[in-house]
């Protein structure tokens, strides 16, 4: 592989790749697009069981959502998922990214809906710790 | 036999022809009626409690948001919110809470008397909904039962359409408790 392509590669694979994969997620809050979730819709700054959340807008209502715990270290990335749009045969999601990196373990359930996400959908839940660890979040 | 809602709920007013007693929500007490918003730890399951509940005209229902991780609203089925249908008695005033947040409060006073449906807007797609019956035993007029589904109006969601107690039962039971 010559020097030109190999740059010329390397430059086309930054471009491509998502935004937030330069962002600093590990901390909150993350830089980038992300804003907290309770800033955007009336919720609970800190929602048991999830965490403190912050999302890009322009990615609702699936995301990714950035979970964080009370000290502000990610937990988990969570994708919201209408139920409306697992049934329809035309939607796919591709690609979902885990800007958070290394994926532990992942929990799928269903949840109701909530301001921001108003109908039933599917919580998928990215987590970037081990499941002894989730009750960083539990309250 | 098929009911229509309408032909169901008239069914149902005849009951209120009953004596003050059948009922054990035909409080007596001035203070207001507690109806309280709940959610499981993991939001799959969202409710009012109770979810139907006879009163009598001009009492004050509290609304509060007991769920930690959610926020709810009490909102009339009334076109003035969302273009959502009338259930609420034609001369009777809508309401609508917006977000509460937990331990947040909403009150209203029910003076028109009639039936008077609500949902939760985030959660009606759920199936949060609920109803209450205000009236003296015998003594709701019968335009104040509204059931059609006016033009220019969204259809209820299956859910939500399915999470009404009936009036019969309110008016026996006075109170209907589901979790």
């Given at each position: 592989?010559?020097?030109?392509?190999?740059?010329?590669a390397?430059?086309?694979?930054?471009l491509t790749?998502?935004?937030?994969?330069?962002?600093?997620?590990?901390?909150?809050p993350?830089?980038g697009?992300?804003?907290?979730?309770?800033?955007?819709?009336?919720?609970?700054?800190?929602l048991p069981?999830?965490?403190?959340?912050?999302?890009?807008?322009?990615?609702?209502?699936?995301?990714?959502?950035?979970a964080?715990?009370?000290?502000?270290r990610?937990?988990?990335?969570?994708y919201?998922?209408?139920?409306?749009d697992?049934?329809?045969?035309?939607?796919k999601f591709d690609?979902?990214?885990?800007?958070?990196?290394?994926?532990?373990h992942?929990?799928?359930?269903y949840?109701?809906?909530?301001?921001?996400?108003e109908k039933p959908h599917?919580?998928?839940?990215?987590?970037?710790?081990?499941?002894?660890?989730?009750a960083?979040v539990?309250? | 036999?098929?009911?229509?809602r309408?032909?169901v709920?008239w069914s149902?007013?005849?009951?209120?022809?009953?004596?003050?007693?059948a009922?054990?929500?035909?409080?007596?007490d001035?203070?207001?009626?507690d109806?309280?918003?709940?959610g499981?730890?993991d939001?799959?399951?969202?409710w009012f409690?109770p979810?139907?509940?006879?009163?009598?005209?001009?009492?004050?229902?509290?609304?509060?948001?007991r769920?930690?991780?959610?926020?709810?609203?009490?909102?009339?089925y009334?076109p003035?919110?969302?273009?959502?249908?009338?259930?609420i008695?034609?001369d009777a005033?809508?309401?609508?809470?917006d977000y509460?947040?937990?331990?947040?409060s909403?009150s209203v006073?029910l003076?028109v008397?009639?039936?008077?449906?609500y949902?939760?807007?985030p959660?009606?797609?759920?199936g949060?909904?609920?109803r209450?019956?205000v009236?003296?035993p015998?003594?709701?007029?019968?335009?104040?039962?509204s059931s059609?589904?006016?033009q220019?109006t969204?259809p209820?969601?299956e859910?939500a359409?399915h999470g009404?107690?009936?009036v019969?039962?309110?008016v026996?039971?006075?109170?209907?408790?589901?979790?």
């Amino acid at each position: 592989m010559s020097l030109r392509f190999a740059t010329a590669a390397a430059a086309f694979a930054a471009l491509t790749l998502p935004a937030f994969a330069a962002d600093q997620v590990e901390k909150a809050p993350p830089s980038g697009p992300y804003k907290k979730v309770s800033e955007l819709v009336k919720l609970p700054d800190f929602l048991p069981g999830l965490g403190q959340l912050y999302v890009d807008p322009k990615t609702l209502p699936a995301g990714p959502f950035l979970a964080y715990d009370h000290n502000g270290r990610l937990v988990s990335t969570i994708y919201m998922l209408p139920l409306d749009d697992l049934s329809n045969k035309d939607k796919k999601f591709d690609d979902l990214a885990s800007p958070g990196g290394k994926v532990d373990h992942v929990s799928v359930s269903y949840n109701a809906g909530h301001p921001g996400v108003e109908k039933p959908h599917t919580h998928v839940v990215l987590w970037h710790v081990a499941k002894p660890e989730e009750a960083r979040v539990a309250k | 036999m098929i009911l229509s809602r309408r032909h169901v709920l008239w069914s149902g007013m005849a009951l209120l022809a009953l004596p003050r007693s059948a009922g054990p929500a035909w409080a007596d007490d001035e203070g207001p009626i507690d109806i309280v918003m709940h959610g499981n730890v993991d939001g799959s399951h969202v409710w009012f409690d109770p979810v139907g509940i006879a009163i009598l005209p001009g009492r004050t229902v509290r609304w509060t948001n007991r769920d930690p991780g959610n926020a709810h609203t009490a909102t009339s089925y009334h076109p003035d919110n969302f273009q959502h249908p009338l259930r609420i008695p034609k001369d009777a005033t809508p309401w609508n809470s917006d977000y509460l947040l937990p331990d947040e409060s909403f009150s209203v006073v029910l003076a028109v008397e009639g039936v008077y449906d609500y949902f939760c807007i985030p959660h009606e797609h759920a199936g949060m909904v609920g109803r209450i019956v205000v009236g003296r035993p015998g003594s709701i007029p019968k335009e104040n039962v509204s059931s059609a589904q006016p033009q220019g109006t969204k259809p209820i969601p299956e859910a939500a359409a399915h999470g009404f107690p009936s009036v019969e039962e309110i008016v026996q039971q006075g109170t209907i408790r589901r979790t």
